[in-house]
């Protein structure tokens, strides 16, 4: 019976090592890779400040970026013009920046 308990406790750590994560998430943290997620704006946490969040939505060819607020999916969204035509705008967390509608 001794042997037994010893063969279950032995081989319980190796089974909370297979808790490791996956190249098949979908939400990683912000992208440096210039890739946009295909699900963009995902929902999540957004560290980004208002001035880091209206910086990045100017860096990505939009102006007048104004009524910019953060709403309760943790996405930045705004009015913004870009190629001449005003719209709605969001940054998600990863750094997604997509039109919105």
Do not use: C, H
């Not at 939400?27 to 704006?41: F, H, K, L, R």
């Not at 939009?62 to 913004?80: E, H, P």
């Not at 969001?90 to 997509?98: C, E, K």
């Amino acid at each position: 019976m001794f042997g037994l308990a010893s063969i279950f406790l032995t081989a319980a750590p190796s089974f909370a090592q297979s808790e490791t994560p996956t190249s098949s998430q979908t939400t990683p943290a912000v992208s440096s890779s210039g890739e946009q997620n295909p699900g963009a704006p995902v929902a999540g946490e957004n560290s980004f400040t208002e001035d880091q969040a209206k910086s990045r939505i100017e860096e990505a060819g939009y102006a007048d970026v104004s009524d910019l607020k953060l709403d309760t999916q943790g996405v930045w969204r705004a009015t913004a013009t870009k190629v001449g035509k005003q719209g709605s705008v969001a940054l998600d967390f990863q750094g997604n920046i997509v039109a919105a509608d």
